[in-house]
Every structure is written in C-alpha cells, then in structure tokens.
C-alpha cells in the first residue's frame, strides 16, 4: 500500500497524539494496575506500542544508534514476540513498577524523534508497509487501554471512579427488531491484498469464495432490555440452552448477568452497571453489551435463532456505510458506551461501532493464507486456534478499524470487551 512520506508521518503523529489523550484522564495509580491476567496497565501499552516502533522501525536489536540501550525494555515490553526473544511473562506485567511512568513518557519522546527523522527522510515500501502495521498495532492498543480500564475500574466497588464526567444521554426506544434476509449463493470474502486499497491486517485475506445458504440477520443489536428477560427466563440456571464449556464455565465464575451488571438489592427488576463515566442503572434501550461467546449463544438458542456465521456477516455488510458509534473522544457527545440502535430504516442497523458481535465461526486461516517472514508472522497466525471470530467493531474502536472484512477475535469465555450479540437464522 503506497503511501507519502508526509502522509505516513501525519497518520504515525495522530495515532501517537491519542494515546496520550485516552492515557490523560488517569492517574500514576490507574496506569499502573493490571486487574487480571487478561488486561494489561495502561503503562504498559503506552510502553509496548512505543517498543513496536523501537523494535520492527528503528531497530533495537543493537544494529541502529536511533534507540536507547535499554536491553530491559526489549524484555519487559515485548508481548508475544518470541523470535524477538525472551519477555516478560503477561500475568505480571502489573508487578513492574520501573521503569517509573515518566521513564515511560520519555521513552515515548524519544522514539518519537527518532521516527520523525526516520520519515523525514524517506523511508522503502518495507518499512513504510511496517510503520503503517505499527499505527494499526497501537489503535488496537487503545482499544485495549479502554478495555482493560474500565476493568480496573470496577474493581473499586466501593467508589465506583468513573474514566471521564461525561453524563450518558437515555437511549431512544431502537423498536423490535425486524429480521433482513438475504438470499445465498457464491459470495467473496476476505481482502485481496495483491490489489491493494485500504489498509488490511493479513488475516483479512486471502480473497476467495464460499457457499453461503439462504439466511436472514435481525437489523439491530440485542438490547439490555431484551437480556434482563432472558434472565427473569431463567437464563442462566437452564443448562439446555448452553454449549457444555459455556455450562460450566458459566457455573464455575458464577455468571448470573452480563459483566459489569449488579443486581438492585432493594429492586428484583432493577439493575445497575459499570461504565467508564461510572455506575448508573441499565438503561433496556442500548444494547447489551460484555458478554461472553457462550452467552451470546445460549441466548441465540433461548430466543430460537443462532448466532451468525462470519462469512455471512461479511456479506450482508459489504457496501454498507461504515459510521457508528465508534471511538471518537474528542467529540463533545461521546460517551465510552453503546448506544441506542435509532429507527428503523428498512435494513441493517448497528454493523459498525457500539459492540463487537459474535459470530459462531472459529478464528482460522482463510485459504491459502501465509505467516510473513520473521517475527511480524507472529501478528496474528499465530493465535488462531481456540479463539472464536467478532465482527463489526465498538464503541472503543478507532474509525480506521471499522470494514467488512476486519476478523476480531477472542477466546469464548471472554467478557471483558465490548461485545454483543446480533441473531441469525435459517431461511431455507
């Protein structure tokens, strides 16, 4: 994917500028605390994004004078990259108190400089092809950073700190969703990298063609409302809704609501959530959103429908306009939360932004896909296996990753991201 100079190093300057944003309303504390094994301290995606660039642009493996020689960083701040070397194990990257958080911001600075001289002066298509991956790498990352402290923060019932002062405006009744069918065929999916365009990761492709049957989506997000009766149905205590793992697993963790709900004690009907502008009651118009692939699927079966595949989410989505409620922290409205789905228009609603949906197909390589040579391979072949495919984007999504094709991908347990559920079923 060709692109300027001067483009590149606007986009790596913008993509740099909002993570400082996104880390700005916390505290040394908040940055520091990693709330379970899954999350990591705002400290540390601050560090690992700058590492990336260190590491795969300006080189830190000892053959360039552009990086501080800090070997610990390359330990401590390398994620998965085994042929990088040894790294810190991801369980205890809350333990790490040094490098202190003003270590951290300077090493931020100082990578900074170096990339802009580096894009000042040109650079090949390799490495603008890695620089631009890097962007991409770190917006994951504030999505991330989002996440994991909105976790963090609901670990302090007690308080109950909210991330920003931002009040939530009430959701506008979305209506009952109205099911969109589509007729089957051969259909092509995925991003023919050859042919260049917009950017893609390359699990996105290959391009090729499956057989999709008859089908039809419902055109909105299931809502919190539409849960909490699931839940008066005995939702979760009904093991013939759920998939074996889903059973036990919901057993073992002791799921009765979706992460972040708390039961009203005063008010059977009542429920009160965690978000990131603090704890306020479920409002039944906005989506439901954390829950788990397994939940998602216990309420397809509940409900007499299925979750979709990802082939046939891709298809209906193709050509669609890609605006949602995605990340946008600068606008004065926004509110680190799902919002309502808005009127029936006739087809779908809520594809892009609000909530991650689930779909029932595993996280698997598309034919003819390739690992990359060295260790940038390791970006995302490596995991999949285990790790079922989400579609579509949420509210913590920067816009850049919001296309048909994107393939978000986490283990079904899961519940900590932004995720929800949107029905599919059979139209034979």
Known sequence: MAWEAQDLATRYAEVRARTERLAAPLSAEDQMVQSMPDTSPTKWHRAHSTWFFAEFALHADGTSDRVWDRPEYRFLYNS????????????????????????????????????????????????????LLGTHHEEQHQELLLMDVKHVLSMNPAVGPAYSDRVAVPAADPGPANWVDFTGGIAGIGVDHLAGGRFSFDSEGPH????????ALTDRLVTAGEWIDFIADGGYQRPELWKSDGWYRSLDEGWTAPEYWRPDPDDV????????????????????????????DAYATWAGARLPTEFEWEHAA???????????EQRADFSFHPAAAGAPTGGLRQMFG?????????????PGFKVADGAIGEYNGKFMSGQQVLRGGSVFTPPAHTRATYRNFFHPHTRWHASGVRLAADRH
């Open 80 to 131: 998965y990259y085994d042929a990088v070397g040894a790294r810190h194990p991801r369980p205890h990257r809350g333990l790490v108190t040094r490098p202190s958080m003003s270590e951290v911001a300077d090493y931020r600075a100082h990578v900074d400089k170096e990339m802009a001289e580096l894009l000042a002066g040109g650079v090949d298509a390799d490495l603008a092809d890695v620089v």
């Open 208 to 215: 090729h063609e499956v057989r999709l049957y008859d089908f």
């Open 269 to 296: 009907d009542r429920w009160w959530i965690h978000t990131l502008t603090g704890i306020r009651s479920v409002d039944p118009h906005e989506p439901v959103a954390h829950l788990s692939h397994y939940e998602a």
């Open 318 to 328: 193709r050509g669609l306009d890609l605006g949602g409620n995605v990340l946008d």
């Open 354 to 366: 609000d909530c991650w949906e689930w779909t029932s197909s595993a996280y698997e390589p598309y």
